[in-house]
């Protein structure tokens, strides 16, 4: 690829993902204040569901096309990845269509059984309609992540985006005053009108591809053996991703009633649950961006480089790439944790969101960091180390959730979390290692950006406290300790050198990660 392309792509993934993140920033506010603490709560009750199905089906799919796609256009084949695309997806949509007929006739024991709520009913039904098609476009995604080509996956993000807030925006009215039902209902039908035209975008500049290439003609295996080859390459990646996504399903479904042995109601359980995951999480998931860019790019990336037999260009791509996530998530672990009661009383003012994000924030820095190590450990071919790491992170975070909830209450997640990412992480590291010979310096990779972490957390903690900069007055004074505080903690790891001007110019490329 040309630097021209490069610029050219780095430039439009930098407008479309700014734009995906505050679009669905304003979209989580808007539902948030529409359905409420209860609402929201019930609504979180089915989405893991929902992810689940979607992710068993699709997860290993989209990163086995990405990575087949990109090994063939290193020897200059394209049609053999389209094909592989092809059939991943009916796969996929095959697949999906039997699981979701058999869940729907089996819905309200299903829902008895998990969420405990017959109320989500209506909106777990939608649900379960719609997941094999939009499992299946992950396949079509997969073909153009394998590419490296941005524009059909950002037009798809961003039309995503738009509708689902369009939908939701529009419709409202109409839902208003029905009850908690009704408004899970219409969170739920916003999602998958976001969902739907995501795929259809993809599907149609995929076959407008298909199209331009019909003439061309190209060699490829039969399509037994790129089934064959797709499932053993899924299978493990598949296994991964549904380890976290049961993990976080499970995670959904007992806090509340563990919550319930703490000593609360099981409305206030669900309150809980929908300030947790419907309000604090998509606040410290923001800059998520980052690292989930890394993650997908650096896939087709490691591979290529590692086909083409290019070892020190992976290697300076992994190195650069854990350091990068891990400086950003220190910035904005800083930010959230110092900043907590002023941002949530300004996004979601009286619903008490402040503690639980305040707690929340300290998480940020590991599941990022747990985000750009799948990526890498994707790229690499280490499937199956992936799994066996995650799942034994996993289960301690599992664990600890299950015993310490009823003891600690919602503490016990925060620790859950950062104990079970923390051991993943390091046994991803020592894996990465063993494979590039990597090493880690402590030094500049840890100490420096924890010490400009607190430098700047404390500067910002002190300045919070002058007349003026407290936030204090009302909600739209709270903007003003909201910025300095950015500011301050930005400019501490600026002026200590952990940041530097080359990792500036890498995250504006950040959905972009391309062999130099």
């Not at 700014?18 to 679009?23: C, M």
Request: aromatic letters at 8%; proline letters at 3%; a positive charge.
């Amino acid at each position: 690829m040309s630097r021209s392309s490069l610029k050219y792509n780095a430039a439009v993934l930098s407008v479309t993902g700014f734009l995906v993140k505050l679009i669905g920033f304003f979209y989580r506010i808007f539902i948030a204040n529409c359905i409420g603490t209860e609402g929201l709560g019930l609504y979180q009750l089915i989405v893991p569901i929902y992810s689940l199905l979607v992710l068993v089906l699709s997860a290993g799919i989209s990163v086995a096309v990405s990575r087949f796609v990109a090994e063939e256009m290193s020897s200059g084949r394209i049609k053999p990845g389209m094909k592989t695309a092809s059939i991943a997806a009916g796969m996929v949509l095959a697949a999906g269509i039997i699981v979701s007929s058999v869940l729907v006739l089996n819905v309200d024991a299903m829902l008895l059984a998990f969420a405990k709520d017959l109320r989500a009913r209506r909106s777990l039904i939608w649900m379960l309609v719609l997941v094999p098609p939009i499992a299946a476009g992950a396949a079509y995604k997969g073909y153009f992540y394998g590419k490296q080509q941005v524009m059909p996956n950002a037009i798809g993000q961003v039309a995503e985006q738009l509708s689902k807030l369009a939908f939701v925006v529009v419709m409202h009215p109409r839902f208003l005053g029905k009850g908690i039902e009704s408004m899970c209902l219409l969170a739920t039908l916003g999602l998958l009108v976001g969902e739907t035209v995501n795929v259809l975008c993809v599907f149609c500049a995929f076959q407008y591809e298909r199209f331009k290439l019909r003439t061309r003609r190209e060699k490829d295996a039969g399509t037994g053996k790129l089934a064959v080859k797709l499932v053993r390459t899924a299978l493990p990646i598949s296994a991964n991703r549904l380890v976290l996504s049961i993990i976080g399903t499970v995670e959904s479904l007992i806090i509340p009633q563990r919550l319930v042995l703490y000593g609360l109601t099981f409305q206030e359980s669900l309150k809980v649950l929908g300030r947790l995951s419907g309000m604090a999480s998509p606040l410290v998931f923001f800059p998520s961006m980052i690292p989930m860019a890394l993650a997908t790019a650096l896939v087709p990336a490691i591979a290529g480089a590692v086909s083409a037999g290019r070892y020190s260009v992976a290697n300076r791509q992994i190195s650069q790439s854990i350091r990068l996530t891990f400086v950003m998530g220190l910035v904005f672990t800083s930010f959230f944790a110092v900043c907590s009661n002023e941002i949530a009383e300004f996004i979601f003012p009286g619903m008490e969101v402040g503690r639980i994000l305040h707690l929340l924030s300290f998480t940020g820095v590991f599941l990022y960091l747990q985000q750009t190590m799948l990526g890498i450990l994707n790229g690499l071919g280490r499937e199956s180390a992936i799994l066996i790491n995650t799942l034994t992170g996993s289960i301690v975070r599992l664990a600890l959730v299950w015993f310490c909830l009823p003891v600690w209450g919602v503490d016990a997640y925060i620790i859950g979390v950062i104990i079970g990412s923390l051991i993943t992480i390091i046994l991803n590291l020592i894996e990465v290692s063993k494979m590039t010979g990597m090493s880690v310096d402590v030094g500049e990779w840890v100490l420096k950006p924890l010490s400009a972490a607190l430098a700047g957390a404390l500067a910002s903690m002190l300045i919070k406290r002058i007349p003026g900069f407290s936030g204090q007055g009302g909600r739209f004074q709270l903007i003003v300790p909201i910025f300095v505080s950015f500011v301050v903690i930005s400019a501490a790891f600026l002026l200590t050198g952990v940041i530097k001007t080359g990792d500036i110019k890498r995250w504006v490329q950040r959905r972009h990660v391309i062999l130099q």
